[in-house]
């Protein structure tokens, strides 16, 4: 007895349809641009308490590597602009600013000119430029999670009250990462 019609069709389908099937999507992880500025808030947070009691260095490069470890490489944040006068940065198409009356958010880092007692002799004043990014906000203080508040080279946690920032700030900008 031959084969009939039937048994040579359906091995040929089989092979056909495996052919035709395309592969499984894999799906796209989101990338640093594709979360919101909560979620970059709170990773830029999270990296940063990685550090907490540890030597973190000077302030502005650690909040350097603090922002392109949380962000994994795509964001540089930007220099402290000379004409600034130790707070504010140049322009960067990552960093986005608010003006000063607005009340940062926990995750946005400050940039400022602290009032100092003694004469700094990196910029021949009685001020020191300083970067620090926001953990808490509450009514009568701010909480910092910053590297060498202390001239110690440490990260670490810090409040500071809203009269203390008021009298010993000069100027200061708050900046999110984009």
């Known amino acids: 007895m031959g084969l009939g019609v039937e048994a040579l069709l359906i091995p040929a389908v089989a092979e056909a349809a495996k052919k035709k099937s395309p ?29 907490e009691g540890e030597d973190g260095g000077v302030c502005k490069p650690w909040v350097e590597e603090v922002v392109s ?32 009356s607005r009340i940062p958010r926990p995750g946005e880092i400050l940039q400022m000119k602290w009032r100092t007692v003694r004469r700094n002799p990196d910029t021949g004043g009685y001020w020191t430029p300083h ?12 909480e910092w999670l910053d590297s060498n508040w202390l001239n110690d080279l440490k990260v670490r946690i810090h409040s500071v009250k809203w009269a203390e920032f008021r009298t010993k700030v000069i100027c200061y900008s708050i900046y999110y990462i984009l």
């Not at 944040?77 to 600034?84: D, W, Y």
């Not at 970067?131 to 701010?142: L, N, R």
């Open 23 to 51: 592969p499984p999507k894999k799906r796209r992880e989101p990338t640093w641009h594709d979360f919101s500025q909560d979620k970059r808030n709170g990773l830029i947070l999270a990296r940063g308490l990685d550090d």
């Open 69 to 100: 470890d949380a962000s994994k490489g795509v964001v540089d944040l930007p220099l402290t602009t000379e004409g600034g006068y130790g707070c504010a940065w140049e322009r960067s198409r990552d960093v986005g600013t608010y003006r000063q």
């Open 131 to 142: 970067t620090a990014i926001v953990y808490s906000i509450s009514s009568d203080e701010m």
